[in-house]
């Protein structure tokens, strides 16, 4: 192989796409020993099971701020990024891997509300120690892991 040919595989090399990982961010909203969950409807994707109000992270956007902006569309909260702690971290293998960013606050505007009620047919607050059986199951482990004090952990593998 000459020079040319060398310099165009390396060249090659170097462009090819480093693995990528897709960020979610959760939010898990505590109330009087109670957790707010959402029940997925004509998503395409656990459909019929309760999660969290959650979202996928754009590029260009941090994470709190990724979450905020999900509180006002899926919940219709004001959530300040600043008042959000980051409670928990998991890295889960789905079809993609994923890293679900969890948080949670104890201030925001507003009272939770179903605003996509086209994804989502209930909206309520539920014992965080008695969580209904149809949960997507990396949102209970989850929570259960965040309720033991758990920062980190993986799921799927």
């Known amino acids: 192989m000459g020079p040319i040919e060398v310099l165009r595989l390396i060249i090659r090399r170097l462009r090819q796409d480093r693995f990528k ?7 898990l909203l505590f109330k ?16 019929g099971k309760y999660g969290v109000i959650a979202g996928h992270i754009d590029g ?15 919940g219709g909260i004001l959530v300040e990024p600043d008042s959000l702690t980051l409670c928990h971290v998991m890295h889960r293998k789905a079809t993609q891997e994923r890293v679900s960013f969890f948080f949670t606050t104890q201030r925001w505007v507003g009272e939770p509300r179903n605003m996509e009620p086209e994804k989502c047919s209930d909206l309520s607050w539920f014992r965080s120690d ?24 993986e799921f799927g593998w």
Do not use: F
């Not at 990982?21 to 939010?27: C, G, R």
């Not at 994470?63 to 006002?72: D, G, I, K, S, W």
């Not at 949102?139 to 758990?150: D, M, Q, T």
């Open 21 to 27: 990982v897709i960020p979610e961010a959760h939010l």
């Open 60 to 74: 260009g956007e941090p994470a709190r701020q990724a979450m905020c902006r999900e509180a006002r569309e899926e």
């Open 32 to 47: 009087d020993n109670q957790v707010l969950l959402l029940k997925r409807e004509h998503t395409g994707y656990e459909d």
């Open 130 to 153: 008695a969580l209904p059986p149809n949960m997507v199951p990396y949102v209970r482990v989850a929570i259960e892991r965040v309720r033991r004090g758990e920062s980190y952990s």
